[in-house]
């Protein structure tokens, strides 16, 4: 009986270490997302600064400014597209529940298939 009680424990802190393993994740990719988030903003405020003061100081006209900062921002977008079409590439999406139900089912009907040939 004793050793039960040990194994049961032993889950109970297994449990808990990767539940903090998982908070851990979660916080870590929140933080990272958020500091990504960031930098773009200051990216940007930078980029509106600098064509800003450009245009005060004459180097550059005020349709320039606004062109230029429109193509700054369609390259952005077009970057941001491109990295999110070689991710989806790269990392299909995650298997539905739908998905695992049709392969649990294939399974099972191939087991017994398995098992009607064995009899056999």
């Not at 139900?101 to 009899?119: C, F, M, N, P, V």
Request: no cysteine.
């Amino acid at each position: 009986m004793p050793t039960n009680k040990k194994a049961e424990t032993d889950e109970k802190v297994d449990g808990k270490k990767e539940e903090t393993v998982r908070e851990s994740i979660y916080d870590l990719s929140r933080k990272v997302l958020l500091a990504a988030v960031g930098a773009a903003a200051i990216a940007q405020d930078e980029i509106d600064g600098f064509v800003n003061h450009m245009a005060e100081r004459g180097e550059l006209a005020e349709k320039d400014a606004r062109s230029l900062m429109k193509e700054i921002l369609e390259r952005r977008e077009k970057v941001i597209r491109e990295r999110r079409a070689g991710f989806s590439r790269h990392h299909p999406a995650a298997a539905t529940k739908a998905d695992v139900d049709a392969l649990t089912a294939k399974i099972a009907e191939l087991s017994q298939q398995i098992e009607e040939l064995k009899k056999s």
